[in-house]
């Protein structure tokens, strides 16, 4: 069966940067819209970051907008997220998705999910 899995988690200061990878494992995985969702202790799952197929066109929640950026690379099968200026509100762990429909991945009902990988900011 096909998976996904994150990597690049991590403890941070405090408007410091980490760059979150996900990638397909254990079987070849066509590029499909893919995204980025996040659950906090205690919250409820929340949207991050979505883009298409293409990496034409992206949405982002508007707590990370201006700070985190979404983007893919086809070539090698893999999305990323560029967290910059992280605050201690981000920690939290970080879920990457992807789905042949963009708005199933926006919906957050998407097809495929990773496990996750924990975001710590200190401040």
């Known amino acids: 069966q096909v998976q996904l899995v994150e990597s690049g988690g991590g403890l941070v200061q405090a408007g410091g940067s980490l760059r979150l990878s996900c990638a397909p494992s254990g079987r070849t995985f066509n590029n499909y819209a893919m995204g980025w969702f996040r659950q906090a202790p205690g919250k409820e799952r929340e949207f991050v970051a979505a883009?298409?197929?293409?990496?034409?066109?992206?949405r982002y929640a508007d707590s990370v907008k201006g700070r985190f950026t979404i983007s893919r690379d086809n070539a090698k099968n893999t999305v990323y997220l560029q967290m910059n200026s992280l605050k201690p509100e981000d920690t939290a762990v970080y879920y990457c998705?992807?789905?042949?429909?963009?708005?199933?991945?926006?919906?957050?009902?998407?097809?495929?999910w990773g496990q996750g990988t924990q975001v710590t900011v200190s401040s």
């Open positions: 998705t992807t789905d042949t429909k963009y708005s199933a991945v926006v919906a957050g009902t998407s097809v495929y």
């Open positions: 883009i298409t197929s293409s990496g034409i066109t992206t």
